[in-house]
Protein backbone atom coordinates (compact mmCIF):
# COMPACT_ATOMS: atom_id res chain seq x y z
CA UNK A 1 0.00 0.00 0.00
CA UNK A 2 1.35 3.14 -0.48
CA UNK A 3 0.65 6.24 1.68
CA UNK A 4 0.76 9.69 1.13
CA UNK A 5 1.15 12.02 3.96
CA UNK A 6 -1.49 14.81 4.56
CA UNK A 7 -1.25 17.85 6.57
CA UNK A 8 -4.23 19.70 7.35
CA UNK A 9 -3.88 23.27 8.42
CA UNK A 10 -6.81 24.54 9.97
CA UNK A 11 -7.21 26.44 13.35
CA UNK A 12 -11.31 24.49 13.80
CA UNK A 13 -10.46 21.14 15.46
CA UNK A 14 -13.90 20.09 13.94
CA UNK A 15 -12.26 20.73 10.38
CA UNK A 16 -9.32 18.25 11.43
CA UNK A 17 -11.04 15.72 13.27
CA UNK A 18 -13.31 15.64 10.46
CA UNK A 19 -11.00 15.19 7.55
CA UNK A 20 -8.77 12.49 10.04
CA UNK A 21 -12.22 10.40 10.17
CA UNK A 22 -12.88 10.66 6.40
CA UNK A 23 -9.17 9.94 5.45
CA UNK A 24 -8.47 7.12 8.34
CA UNK A 25 -9.80 4.18 6.16
CA UNK A 26 -10.46 5.91 2.68
CA UNK A 27 -7.91 4.57 -0.59
CA UNK A 28 -7.92 5.90 -4.14
CA UNK A 29 -6.80 2.82 -6.57
CA UNK A 30 -5.72 3.01 -10.01
CA UNK A 31 -5.91 -0.57 -12.29
CA UNK A 32 -2.45 0.23 -13.79
CA UNK A 33 -0.97 0.78 -10.32
CA UNK A 34 -0.13 -3.09 -7.77
CA UNK A 35 -1.20 -0.77 -4.63
CA UNK A 36 -4.02 1.70 -4.04
CA UNK A 37 -3.08 4.91 -1.85
CA UNK A 38 -4.35 5.61 1.61
CA UNK A 39 -3.73 8.26 3.50
CA UNK A 40 -2.05 9.26 6.77
CA UNK A 41 -3.20 12.84 8.18
CA UNK A 42 -1.06 15.16 10.33
CA UNK A 43 -2.52 17.99 11.48
CA UNK A 44 -1.65 21.72 12.44
CA UNK A 45 -3.74 24.27 14.02
CA UNK A 46 -1.61 27.55 12.84
CA UNK A 47 0.79 28.61 10.04
CA UNK A 48 3.73 28.80 12.31
CA UNK A 49 2.68 24.94 13.24
CA UNK A 50 2.47 23.88 9.51
CA UNK A 51 6.12 25.71 8.35
CA UNK A 52 7.35 23.50 11.59
CA UNK A 53 5.89 20.04 10.44
CA UNK A 54 6.61 21.10 6.84
CA UNK A 55 10.64 21.56 7.72
CA UNK A 56 10.50 18.23 9.79
CA UNK A 57 8.87 15.58 7.76
CA UNK A 58 8.01 14.91 4.08
CA UNK A 59 3.86 16.02 3.21
CA UNK A 60 2.71 15.02 0.12
CA UNK A 61 -0.70 17.13 0.08
CA UNK A 62 -1.63 20.04 2.14
CA UNK A 63 -4.96 20.95 2.76
CA UNK A 64 -4.36 24.48 3.76
CA UNK A 65 -7.22 27.26 5.52
CA UNK A 66 -6.20 30.60 5.00
CA UNK A 67 -7.54 32.48 7.88
CA UNK A 68 -5.89 31.34 10.57
CA UNK A 69 -4.23 33.00 14.03
CA UNK A 70 -0.90 34.52 13.17
CA UNK A 71 0.10 33.95 10.13
CA UNK A 72 -2.07 33.46 7.17
CA UNK A 73 -2.49 30.38 5.13
CA UNK A 74 -0.89 32.80 2.17
CA UNK A 75 1.95 33.49 3.57
CA UNK A 76 2.21 29.49 4.32
CA UNK A 77 2.04 28.85 0.60
CA UNK A 78 4.28 31.52 -0.14
CA UNK A 79 6.89 29.56 2.16
CA UNK A 80 6.38 26.20 0.49
CA UNK A 81 6.71 28.21 -2.42
CA UNK A 82 9.97 29.39 -1.69
CA UNK A 83 11.23 26.20 0.00
CA UNK A 84 10.10 24.40 -3.23
CA UNK A 85 8.31 21.36 -1.34
CA UNK A 86 7.55 18.42 -3.48
CA UNK A 87 3.76 18.65 -2.09
CA UNK A 88 0.50 19.82 -3.71
CA UNK A 89 -1.14 22.76 -1.82
CA UNK A 90 -5.47 22.86 -2.02
CA UNK A 91 -6.93 25.73 -0.16
CA UNK A 92 -9.71 25.48 2.04
CA UNK A 93 -11.96 28.67 1.85
CA UNK A 94 -15.21 30.06 2.90
CA UNK A 95 -17.58 31.21 0.23
CA UNK A 96 -16.59 34.60 1.58
CA UNK A 97 -13.15 34.09 0.57
CA UNK A 98 -13.59 32.89 -3.19
CA UNK A 99 -11.74 35.73 -4.61
CA UNK A 100 -8.62 34.65 -2.48
CA UNK A 101 -8.40 31.32 -3.19
CA UNK A 102 -8.22 32.24 -6.80
CA UNK A 103 -5.15 34.48 -6.11
CA UNK A 104 -3.98 31.03 -4.00
CA UNK A 105 -4.41 28.62 -7.13
CA UNK A 106 -2.43 31.53 -9.13
CA UNK A 107 0.28 31.56 -6.70
CA UNK A 108 1.09 27.57 -7.01
CA UNK A 109 -1.87 26.40 -5.37
CA UNK A 110 -3.13 23.23 -7.11
CA UNK A 111 -7.15 23.97 -6.56
CA UNK A 112 -9.60 25.28 -3.90
CA UNK A 113 -12.78 23.56 -2.35
CA UNK A 114 -15.28 25.71 -0.01
CA UNK A 115 -16.32 24.91 3.14
CA UNK A 116 -18.47 23.18 4.79
CA UNK A 117 -17.42 20.48 2.52
CA UNK A 118 -18.97 17.03 2.38
CA UNK A 119 -17.20 13.67 2.90
CA UNK A 120 -18.04 12.98 -1.13
CA UNK A 121 -16.47 16.14 -1.87
CA UNK A 122 -13.38 16.07 -0.11
CA UNK A 123 -13.00 12.02 -1.27
CA UNK A 124 -13.45 13.64 -4.90
CA UNK A 125 -10.63 16.82 -4.35
CA UNK A 126 -8.06 13.86 -2.69
CA UNK A 127 -8.66 11.89 -5.35
CA UNK A 128 -7.75 14.49 -8.35
CA UNK A 129 -5.25 15.71 -5.99
CA UNK A 130 -3.82 12.55 -5.97
CA UNK A 131 -3.80 11.67 -9.74
CA UNK A 132 -2.03 14.93 -9.83
CA UNK A 133 0.75 14.74 -7.53
CA UNK A 134 1.46 11.10 -9.23
CA UNK A 135 1.29 12.35 -12.78
CA UNK A 136 3.79 15.36 -11.73
CA UNK A 137 6.02 12.96 -10.09
CA UNK A 138 6.22 10.80 -13.03
CA UNK A 139 6.87 12.78 -15.07
CA UNK A 140 10.32 14.33 -12.91
CA UNK A 141 10.86 10.56 -13.15
CA UNK A 142 10.66 10.01 -17.09
CA UNK A 143 12.51 13.04 -17.20
CA UNK A 144 15.58 11.80 -15.34
CA UNK A 145 15.45 8.29 -16.48
CA UNK A 146 14.62 8.48 -19.84
CA UNK A 147 11.79 7.14 -22.61
CA UNK A 148 11.32 3.56 -20.65
CA UNK A 149 8.55 5.14 -18.45
CA UNK A 150 6.81 6.52 -21.29
CA UNK A 151 4.08 3.29 -21.21
CA UNK A 152 3.27 3.23 -17.61
CA UNK A 153 3.02 7.31 -18.12
CA UNK A 154 0.50 6.43 -20.97
CA UNK A 155 -1.22 4.62 -18.56
CA UNK A 156 -2.17 6.39 -16.03
CA UNK A 157 -3.64 8.94 -18.50
CA UNK A 158 -5.33 6.81 -20.10
CA UNK A 159 -7.19 5.57 -17.06
CA UNK A 160 -8.27 9.10 -17.57
CA UNK A 161 -10.65 7.49 -19.72
CA UNK A 162 -12.96 5.82 -17.41
CA UNK A 163 -14.40 8.47 -15.79
CA UNK A 164 -16.44 9.65 -19.14
CA UNK A 165 -17.20 6.30 -20.43
CA UNK A 166 -18.58 5.32 -16.88
CA UNK A 167 -20.86 8.79 -17.16
CA UNK A 168 -21.71 8.31 -20.91
CA UNK A 169 -22.88 4.85 -20.12
CA UNK A 170 -24.78 5.62 -17.25
CA UNK A 171 -26.53 8.22 -19.25
CA UNK A 172 -27.44 5.74 -21.94
CA UNK A 173 -29.00 3.93 -19.92
CA UNK A 174 -31.10 5.97 -18.22
CA UNK A 175 -32.84 6.83 -21.74
CA UNK A 176 -32.66 3.01 -22.68
CA UNK A 177 -34.79 2.76 -19.65
CA UNK A 178 -36.48 5.97 -20.05
CA UNK A 179 -36.37 6.92 -16.29
CA UNK A 180 -36.81 10.45 -17.07
CA UNK A 181 -40.25 9.68 -18.61
CA UNK A 182 -41.28 9.48 -21.92
CA UNK A 183 -40.61 12.94 -23.37
CA UNK A 184 -37.10 13.23 -25.37
CA UNK A 185 -36.66 17.14 -24.48
CA UNK A 186 -36.54 15.81 -20.92
CA UNK A 187 -33.24 13.90 -22.02
CA UNK A 188 -31.36 16.41 -23.90
CA UNK A 189 -29.27 17.42 -20.72
CA UNK A 190 -28.04 14.26 -20.72
CA UNK A 191 -27.08 14.35 -24.98
CA UNK A 192 -25.45 17.29 -24.13
CA UNK A 193 -23.47 15.84 -21.20
CA UNK A 194 -22.21 12.67 -23.13
CA UNK A 195 -21.26 14.44 -26.12
CA UNK A 196 -18.89 16.95 -24.14
CA UNK A 197 -17.41 13.75 -22.22
CA UNK A 198 -16.80 12.20 -25.93
CA UNK A 199 -15.55 15.40 -27.28
CA UNK A 200 -13.08 15.34 -24.05
CA UNK A 201 -12.00 11.74 -24.53
CA UNK A 202 -11.38 11.90 -28.49
CA UNK A 203 -9.11 15.15 -27.49
CA UNK A 204 -7.48 13.05 -25.04
CA UNK A 205 -6.64 10.37 -27.61
CA UNK A 206 -6.02 12.86 -30.36
CA UNK A 207 -3.38 14.62 -27.90
CA UNK A 208 -1.62 11.16 -26.69
CA UNK A 209 -1.22 9.42 -29.76
CA UNK A 210 0.69 12.89 -31.11
CA UNK A 211 2.55 12.93 -27.99
CA UNK A 212 3.31 9.34 -28.19
CA UNK A 213 4.57 9.76 -31.80
CA UNK A 214 6.69 12.52 -30.78
CA UNK A 215 8.42 11.27 -27.69
CA UNK A 216 9.02 7.23 -29.30
CA UNK A 217 10.80 8.63 -32.58
CA UNK A 218 8.56 6.43 -34.01
CA UNK A 219 6.69 8.75 -36.48
CA UNK A 220 7.52 8.74 -40.03
CA UNK A 221 8.30 12.29 -40.83
CA UNK A 222 7.54 12.91 -44.99
CA UNK A 223 9.27 16.34 -45.61
CA UNK A 224 8.49 17.33 -48.78
CA UNK A 225 6.99 20.35 -50.20
CA UNK A 226 2.83 21.14 -49.06
CA UNK A 227 0.51 24.00 -49.47
CA UNK A 228 0.25 25.81 -45.68
CA UNK A 229 -2.63 27.40 -47.67
CA UNK A 230 -4.61 24.00 -48.18
CA UNK A 231 -3.77 22.69 -45.12
CA UNK A 232 -4.65 25.43 -43.02
CA UNK A 233 -8.29 25.68 -44.94
CA UNK A 234 -8.69 21.68 -43.35
CA UNK A 235 -7.82 23.19 -39.62
CA UNK A 236 -10.61 26.03 -40.73
CA UNK A 237 -12.89 23.75 -41.36
CA UNK A 238 -11.96 21.38 -38.84
CA UNK A 239 -12.24 24.13 -35.98
CA UNK A 240 -15.43 26.06 -37.70
CA UNK A 241 -18.15 23.99 -35.92
CA UNK A 242 -16.67 24.62 -32.46
CA UNK A 243 -16.61 28.70 -33.45
CA UNK A 244 -19.85 28.64 -34.98
CA UNK A 245 -21.36 27.07 -31.38
CA UNK A 246 -19.43 29.91 -29.54
CA UNK A 247 -20.41 32.57 -32.31
CA UNK A 248 -16.70 33.24 -32.76
CA UNK A 249 -16.00 34.59 -36.23
CA UNK A 250 -12.76 33.45 -37.68
CA UNK A 251 -10.39 35.35 -40.35
CA UNK A 252 -7.87 33.51 -42.46
CA UNK A 253 -5.01 35.54 -44.27
CA UNK A 254 -3.02 33.65 -46.60
CA UNK A 255 -1.76 33.58 -50.12
CA UNK A 256 -2.93 30.33 -51.74
CA UNK A 257 -0.26 27.98 -53.09
CA UNK A 258 1.93 28.68 -50.38
CA UNK A 259 4.56 26.71 -50.73
CA UNK A 260 6.88 25.07 -47.61
CA UNK A 261 8.97 22.06 -46.94
CA UNK A 262 7.30 19.81 -44.09
CA UNK A 263 5.41 17.27 -42.91
CA UNK A 264 1.76 17.99 -43.53
CA UNK A 265 0.56 15.98 -40.57
CA UNK A 266 2.69 18.29 -38.55
CA UNK A 267 1.58 21.30 -40.03
CA UNK A 268 -2.04 20.18 -39.31
CA UNK A 269 -1.40 19.60 -35.56
CA UNK A 270 0.27 22.87 -35.34
CA UNK A 271 -2.38 24.50 -36.76
CA UNK A 272 -5.35 22.74 -34.77
CA UNK A 273 -3.97 23.16 -31.45
CA UNK A 274 -3.32 27.05 -31.81
CA UNK A 275 -7.03 27.45 -33.80
CA UNK A 276 -8.94 25.49 -30.75
CA UNK A 277 -7.13 26.89 -28.36
CA UNK A 278 -7.83 30.32 -29.31
CA UNK A 279 -11.86 29.68 -29.69
CA UNK A 280 -11.81 28.15 -26.13
CA UNK A 281 -10.51 30.60 -24.43
CA UNK A 282 -12.46 33.07 -26.09
CA UNK A 283 -14.96 35.73 -25.06
CA UNK A 284 -18.69 34.82 -26.94
CA UNK A 285 -19.11 36.55 -30.26
CA UNK A 286 -15.13 37.16 -30.30
CA UNK A 287 -12.53 37.14 -32.84
CA UNK A 288 -9.62 34.91 -33.77
CA UNK A 289 -7.56 35.83 -36.98
CA UNK A 290 -5.37 33.42 -38.19
CA UNK A 291 -2.47 34.29 -40.67
CA UNK A 292 0.58 32.69 -42.58
CA UNK A 293 3.08 34.96 -44.34
CA UNK A 294 6.59 34.19 -45.72
CA UNK A 295 9.93 35.87 -45.97
CA UNK A 296 13.27 35.47 -47.63
CA UNK A 297 14.37 33.48 -44.46
CA UNK A 298 11.22 31.24 -43.47
CA UNK A 299 7.34 31.16 -42.86
CA UNK A 300 5.72 32.73 -39.58
CA UNK A 301 2.27 31.57 -38.55
CA UNK A 302 0.19 33.92 -36.33
CA UNK A 303 -2.91 33.03 -34.32
CA UNK A 304 -4.40 35.79 -32.26
CA UNK A 305 -7.64 36.14 -30.28
CA UNK A 306 -10.00 38.34 -27.95
CA UNK A 307 -9.98 35.76 -25.33
CA UNK A 308 -9.58 35.72 -21.56
CA UNK A 309 -5.89 36.44 -21.74
CA UNK A 310 -3.08 35.17 -19.83
CA UNK A 311 -1.36 36.13 -16.67
CA UNK A 312 2.59 37.28 -18.03
CA UNK A 313 3.72 34.66 -14.35
CA UNK A 314 1.61 32.08 -15.93
CA UNK A 315 2.68 31.78 -19.94
CA UNK A 316 6.11 29.76 -19.11
CA UNK A 317 3.64 27.55 -18.00
CA UNK A 318 2.10 26.97 -21.35
CA UNK A 319 4.27 24.70 -22.73
CA UNK A 320 5.02 22.43 -20.56
CA UNK A 321 3.22 19.20 -20.42
CA UNK A 322 -0.13 18.25 -18.67
CA UNK A 323 -0.05 22.04 -17.52
CA UNK A 324 -2.99 23.99 -17.53
CA UNK A 325 -3.93 27.33 -16.48
CA UNK A 326 -6.23 27.45 -13.10
CA UNK A 327 -8.54 30.27 -11.99
CA UNK A 328 -11.79 31.33 -12.24
CA UNK A 329 -12.44 31.94 -16.06
CA UNK A 330 -10.86 28.63 -17.03
CA UNK A 331 -12.77 26.12 -14.63
CA UNK A 332 -15.32 25.02 -16.74
CA UNK A 333 -13.31 24.67 -20.07
CA UNK A 334 -11.95 20.94 -20.62
CA UNK A 335 -8.34 20.14 -22.10
CA UNK A 336 -5.51 18.28 -21.75
CA UNK A 337 -2.74 20.20 -20.96
CA UNK A 338 -0.90 18.81 -23.77
CA UNK A 339 -1.46 20.54 -26.92
CA UNK A 340 0.53 23.64 -26.42
CA UNK A 341 3.65 21.23 -25.44
CA UNK A 342 3.05 19.36 -28.88
CA UNK A 343 3.03 22.34 -30.73
CA UNK A 344 6.30 23.37 -29.07
CA UNK A 345 7.95 19.96 -29.99
CA UNK A 346 7.35 20.53 -33.37
CA UNK A 347 8.46 23.96 -33.44
CA UNK A 348 11.48 22.53 -32.07
CA UNK A 349 11.81 20.08 -34.88
CA UNK A 350 11.84 22.88 -37.23
CA UNK A 351 14.61 24.87 -35.57
CA UNK A 352 11.62 26.98 -35.29
CA UNK A 353 10.75 30.07 -32.47
CA UNK A 354 7.11 30.08 -30.71
CA UNK A 355 6.30 33.55 -28.94
CA UNK A 356 3.44 34.49 -26.86
CA UNK A 357 1.85 38.01 -26.31
CA UNK A 358 -1.36 38.11 -23.70
CA UNK A 359 -3.16 40.78 -21.50
CA UNK A 360 -5.80 39.47 -19.47
CA UNK A 361 -9.70 39.93 -20.32
CA UNK A 362 -7.96 41.51 -23.93
CA UNK A 363 -6.72 38.07 -26.26
CA UNK A 364 -3.42 36.37 -26.30
CA UNK A 365 -1.70 36.03 -29.79
CA UNK A 366 0.99 33.39 -31.16
CA UNK A 367 3.42 33.72 -32.92
CA UNK A 368 5.52 31.17 -35.11
CA UNK A 369 8.41 31.51 -37.27
CA UNK A 370 10.00 28.45 -38.86
CA UNK A 371 13.38 28.74 -40.80
CA UNK A 372 13.78 27.52 -44.79
CA UNK A 373 15.78 24.63 -44.91
Do not use: W
Amino acid sequence: MNKLKVLIVDDEPGIRSGVERILRNYSVGYPFMDDDFEYEVLEAETGEKAIEILDDSKVDIILLDNKLPGIQGIEVLEYINKKQFDAVVMMITSYASLDLAVKATNMGAYNFVPKPFTPQELKAAIENITKHLFLKRMTRKMNKEGKQLRFQFLSVLSHELKSPINAVEGYLRIMKEKQAGENIDDYLPMIDRSLMRLKSMRNLIIDLLDLTKLESGKKQREIKSIDLHEIAKMALDTNEPLAIQKGIKLYFDADENLRFNADAEEMEIIFNNLLSNAIKYNKPDGEVHFAISESGTGITIVVSDTGIGIDEEDIPKLFKEFSRIRNSKTRDITGTGLGLSIVKKLVDLYNGQINVESKPDKGTKFTIVLPKN
